[in-house]
T-cell receptor, first 110, second 111 residues
Framework: QQQVKQSPQSLIVQKGGISIINCAYE??????FPWYQQFPGKGPALLIAIRPDVSEKKEGRFTISFNKSAKQFSLHIMDSQPGDSATYFCAASKDDKIIFGKGTRLHILP | SQTIHQWPATLVQPVGSPLSLECTVEGTSNPNLYWYRQAAGRGLQLLFY??????ISSEVPQNLSASRPQDRQFILSSKKLLLSDSGFYLC??????????FGSGTQLSVL
């Protein structure tokens, strides 16, 4: 049973473009929605996160949009750069349990 | 500052052999500890998590087990490895419940 569904599986974006990754969740008890960034051979690192009482959160070029009624949230990377090329994971958590999506491999063309 | 140590970085094991992966955390007390497995196309799969010594929650039926003999030590074990156990194993800890700090991972190849 996949509690967090992430799409697309892979994404190619031109430098300077907008990268958009989408996630959907099933359990309405989830109360925290983070995004993690992972570079090859490394563990993931927290990028940005949002709680369901907020519809949008922005940190620099990274923005999370959250739609509670649709049980969906997305990551937008503005002015995408080659250094943003990585695997991105959305996640949802309740109490001490954190469930991740399957990840999106993002490649930014120079 | 807090650090997480995970070893070994790579491991090649024959089918049917035992496994022991160790993870330790420094600079914090009573962290939540997690084991995740990352396989191609399957993302980060939560295997076990622990909120205290001796307290282990298992998320996926498998031939793996976890133990927490000390506050900042988390061990992933298997008595007999299967081919399907191959993957990238990540240990993580959290103090604030939502923010995970991951180790550098162990690439396990079962042949």
């Amino acid at each position: 049973q996949q509690q967090v569904k992430q799409s697309p599986q892979s994404l190619i974006v031109q430098k300077g473009g907008i990268s958009i990754i989408n996630c959907a969740y099933e359990n309405t008890a989830f109360d925290y929605f983070p995004w993690y960034q992972q570079f090859p051979g490394k563990g993931p690192a927290l990028l940005i996160a949002i709680r369901p009482d907020v519809s949008e959160k922005k940190e620099g070029r990274f923005t999370i949009s959250f739609n509670k009624s649709a049980k969906q949230f997305s990551l937008h990377i503005m002015d995408s750069q080659p250094g943003d090329s990585a695997t991105y994971f959305c996640a949802a958590s309740k109490d001490d349990k954190i469930i991740f999506g399957k990840g999106t491999r993002l490649h930014i063309l120079p | 500052s807090q650090t997480i140590h995970q070893w070994p970085a790579t491991l090649v094991q024959p089918v049917g052999s035992p496994l022991s992966l160790e993870c330790t955390v420094e600079g914090t007390s009573n962290p939540n500890l997690y084991w995740y497995r990352q396989a191609a196309g399957r993302g980060l799969q939560l295997l076990f998590y622990s909120v205290g010594i001796g307290q282990i929650s298992s998320e996926v039926p498998q031939n793996l087990s976890a133990s927490r003999p000390q506050d900042r030590q988390f061990i992933l074990s298997s008595k007999k490895l299967l081919l399907s156990d191959s993957g990238f194993y990540l240990c993580a800890w959290s103090a604030i419940k939502e923010k995970l700090f991951f180790g550098s991972g162990t690439q396990l190849s079962v042949l």
